[in-house]
């Protein structure tokens, strides 16, 4: 009985840690809103990107640490421009999202998460806090779920 619950103690105690490897069907399928206006599937966005290392940063222009991290960001950029990167907005509206690109000149792809912090993408991944930073390697899988720096160990160590 000791041995059983010894098993089931650590099982449950690694399951804690473990990381997803892939994004939900309900969040693939959640709208985003390019630069351009049009809506797209968060599923295309990875599909354009597929064949790359991708960092995804979920932000806001209103978010503090979003904007302490950015000096962090550019040069994790500037050490690694064969990673592509993808930002993803919780603004309020689209105009201080665009505002917000152009402010902090982020270079990269963007998107303003339309369903916002309760939608679907952002439920699927348990985002409790930004910036959220999610690395996928050359086939579209998850190797970092998450990290709230770009000075995260994990982050680093797979970049």
């Known amino acids: 009985m000791k041995i059983i619950l010894a098993f089931l103690t650590i ?4 399951a804690g840690f473990s990381q997803e490897k892939s994004f939900s069907t309900e969040a693939l399928k959640d709208l985003v809103i390019n ?3 049009s809506e797209v599937t968060f599923e295309s966005v990875l599909e354009k990107h597929k064949g790359k290392t991708v960092l995804i940063d ?8 979003c904007i302490e991290g950015f000096p962090d960001l550019k040069k994790l950029q500037k050490e690694n421009p064969n990673v592509f990167y993808v930002f993803l907005s919780l603004d309020k509206d689209t105009e201080r999202w665009k505002e917000g690109i152009e402010k902090y000149k982020l270079q990269g792809s963007h998107y303003f998460i339309k369903s916002g912090w309760k939608g679907p993408l952002c439920s699927s991944i348990d985002l409790d ?3 959220r930073y999610i690395l996928l390697d050359e086939s ?6 998450k990290a709230i720096t770009t000075k995260d160990n994990q982050l680093l160590n797979q970049i």
């Open 35 to 37: 630069t351009s206006g």
């Open 11 to 14: 099982l449950c105690f690694s």
């Open 58 to 65: 979920i932000w806001a222009s209103w978010c503090k640490d």
């Open 129 to 131: 806090w930004i910036p």
């Open 140 to 145: 579209g899988k998850i190797k970092v779920y």
